[in-house]
């Protein structure tokens, strides 16, 4: 897999604008799943982002793997398509959240099973990296298929980053 088979994951900042994964595993059934990127508006995370997925609750679960094995992908996928369009027809679990970090994105990207799924993850930038996790972040940006849509506050702590660790980058010294 290369960097260029990466699709950055744009708009997608709370539960109704979420990237909606269909027949994802969940046990022994399949399920829906959301994913998105929230950012933190209050306290210690004010102004850091995560990511955040949700899954569909086990009755769901049930009714849409039978509906698979019955009638098809596609055919269980409208099926799921139509519920999710009616209000309070499909429950969701409890959302689970990565940790806070000050750059966070979202990736779409072959699965590294050699099946040619596709995956939903993240990558993140912490507040200290190494020049090299930098220059290696940096790099997986230039290369990926698109370009995040950082908003200007994310584009100041991303620039706040970079002076701050290439500032504190000693060059190697030359013996004489």
Same mark, same amino acid.
């Given at each position: 897999?290369?960097?260029?088979?990466?699709?950055?994951?744009?708009?997608?900042?709370?539960?109704?604008?979420?990237?909606?994964?269909?027949?994802?595993?969940?046990?022994?059934?399949?399920?829906?799943?959301?994913?998105?990127?929230?950012?933190?508006?209050?306290?210690?995370?004010?102004?850091?982002?995560?990511?955040? #997925?949700?899954?569909?609750?086990? %009755? !769901?679960?049930?009714?849409?793997?039978?509906?698979?094995?019955? /009638?098809?992908? $596609?055919? &269980?996928?409208?099926?799921?398509?139509?519920?999710?369009?009616?209000?309070?027809?499909?429950?969701?679990?409890?959302?689970?959240?990565?940790?806070?970090?000050?750059?966070?994105?979202?990736?779409?990207?072959?699965?590294?099973?050699?099946?040619?799924?596709?995956?939903?993850?993240?990558?993140?930038?912490?507040?200290?990296?190494?020049?090299? #996790?930098?220059?290696?972040?940096? %790099? !997986?940006?230039?290369?990926?298929?698109?370009?995040?849509?950082? /908003?200007?506050? $994310?584009? &100041?702590?991303?620039?706040?980053?970079?002076?701050?660790?290439?500032?504190?980058?000693?060059?190697?010294?030359?013996?004489?």
């Amino acid at each position: 897999m290369s960097t260029s088979d990466t699709t950055i994951l744009n708009g997608h900042h709370s539960a109704e604008t979420a990237h909606l994964t269909y027949s994802y595993p969940f046990g022994r059934t399949r399920c829906l799943r959301r994913e998105w990127i929230e950012q933190g508006i209050k306290g210690p995370a004010k102004g850091r982002s995560r990511f955040v #997925t949700q899954t569909t609750d086990k %009755a !769901f679960n049930i009714a849409y793997t039978d509906r698979i094995k019955r /009638d098809g992908i $596609e055919a &269980a996928n409208a099926w799921a398509t139509t519920q999710l369009a009616i209000p309070g027809a499909v429950r969701w679990n409890n959302p689970h959240g990565s940790t806070y970090a000050p750059i966070v994105v979202m990736v779409s990207s072959p699965l590294s099973d050699g099946s040619g799924r596709i995956g939903i993850d993240f990558r993140t930038l912490n507040e200290y990296p190494s020049l090299q #996790t930098l220059n290696a972040f940096r %790099a !997986f940006l230039a290369e990926s298929a698109t370009a995040p849509d950082f /908003d200007s506050t $994310e584009q &100041a702590i991303f620039g706040r980053i970079i002076r701050r660790t290439e500032a504190a980058e000693v060059p190697e010294q030359v013996p004489a």
